[in-house]
């Protein structure tokens, strides 16, 4: 069986093909999503479908390189990576602290800090 970590690692790589089947299949149906600096979190299978169609709308290429990443006690995994998206004839990178819960092998939260300014 998978460690948390690794299942984390994988998801990363789902991201970076652009596949929101595959990306989908990470979460648990009452999962709860948030870009921290965003706004309120999207709760639930439904509600994060949506905002993940509507970012990989917006991006031509998608690339998570995870710099550091460690697996604590009950399911949660942290990372400290950049996210390097390609949108328009702009590319951005952006640090980003992202912490996971997971449960069942699968990912019950995901939380992304980061700074806003790296968007603007």
Do not use: C
């Not at 990363?12 to 600096?37: C, G, K, R």
């Not at 990178?93 to 603007?120: C, N, Q």
């Amino acid at each position: 069986m998978a460690s948390d970590s690794d299942i984390v690692h994988d998801f990363m790589q789902a991201w970076n093909s652009l596949d929101i089947e595959a990306v989908m299949e990470y979460f648990t149906e009452d999962a709860v999503y948030a870009n921290v600096p965003m706004g309120p979190p999207h709760v639930g299978r439904t509600a994060i479908r949506e905002f993940i169609d509507g970012f990989m709308g917006t991006v031509t290429e998608i690339k998570f390189v995870v710099h550091n990443q460690v697996q604590g006690s009950g399911g949660v995994v942290m990372n400290e990576r950049t996210d390097i998206l390609q949108i328009g004839d702009k590319r951005v990178d952006l640090p980003v602290m992202g912490v996971f819960e997971l449960h069942d092998s699968k990912i019950r939260a995901w939380r992304d800090y980061f700074d806003m300014g790296g968007l603007t």
